[in-house]
């Protein structure tokens, strides 16, 4: 048999399927060569440092939390919050309503004492108010008795010292008593005051001539007739 006879011969199913494992086989040989050639060329980090930190850390943490832990509230029920909370909220009731009671006592202490500012000023202002009315009155019963006890002493001196007229004169305002005399027979009786004022007018004008006439009369003890000169008014 030649050798093309031997290739036209058909092959064994087994030994093809062996041929196929042992390239397959072989395919991944260099496969996992690769694969440990690249591993070996990859830099892993040092994660050293990092895990130290992080397991102190967690240690920190652990410790914080058995601290934690040990507190007497951690080991409290529900009820016992519950009673601790409502001791806390009476306590500062109770601190309000002193507070509150406190300042009740300062606005009562305040009121009494506005009340008993008030009342003094008001004792203060009626008292001011009376004085005002006694010092008014006091003037009026000053000015009344200056008015009439001065007249009732006057009237009870001797009258030679003539005490009414120079009332009367310091009163007008008058520099004497026949000014003042003058004064008030004008305002009294205007009419007698002109006749009185002609009168004198006429004696001073005829002095001399009822002089003579006077002077006869007391020597003869008679009526005399005198002969005057009156002017036109």
Known sequence: MTTDDQTAQP???AAAAFTRLESQIALMRRAVENLATEKANIDIPDYSDTLGEMAESLAAVADTLDTIAAKPAMAMTPEGMAQRMDQAARSARQSDREQIAAAETRYDDAMRDLTKIVASAWSASYQREYLRWAACGGVL??????AIVPGILARQLPESWHMP???????????????????????????DWRAISDAAEMRGRNKKTIADCERAAEKS???????????PP
Do not use: F, H, N, Y
């Not at 019963?141 to 200056?146: I, Q, T, V």
């Not at 009332?167 to 004064?183: C, Q």
């Not at 003890?221 to 002017?231: A, L, N, P, S």
């Open 11 to 13: 092959q064994d199913p």
């Open 221 to 231: 003890k008679k009526v005399v007739r005198c002969r005057v000169t009156i002017t």
């Open 165 to 191: 007229e120079r009332i009367a004169m310091r009163t007008l305002r008058e520099p004497s008593v026949w000014d003042a005399g003058v004064r008030l027979l004008k305002v009294g009786s205007p009419l």
């Open 141 to 146: 019963a000053g000015c009344l008795l200056w």
